[in-house]
């Protein structure tokens, strides 16, 4: 799994577990549908801190409550280079 994707299932996840689609969490955090798609279909491979910190508020959680999970802190950036 590369980095990017670590936020796409981290979103997704969040969303099914909360009952919501990602149109909704759109709404929700006042990010453009067309964004968010993007992050979620992996066009978007870094999204910025103030996007994601937007997710996260609409999830009721703070940034770090938000980035703090199993896939992102055990991530290794050496085993993934070719990504730079």
Do not use: W
């Not at 969040?14 to 549908?33: D, E, F, H, P, Y």
């Not at 801190?49 to 009721?60: E, V």
């Not at 991530?75 to 280079?81: G, I, K, R, T």
């Amino acid at each position: 799994m590369d980095y990017s994707e670590l936020y796409v299932n981290r979103i997704l996840t969040l969303c099914k577990q909360r009952g919501i689609t990602v149109n909704k969490l759109a709404t929700m955090s006042g990010i453009n549908q067309s964004t968010l798609d993007n992050i979620v279909r992996g066009l978007t491979k870094d999204p910025r801190a103030k996007t994601l910190h937007k997710i996260a508020i609409a999830f009721n959680m703070t940034l770090a409550e938000f980035l703090d999970f199993d896939e992102l802190n055990n991530f290794s950036f050496e085993d993934n280079d070719d990504e730079e």
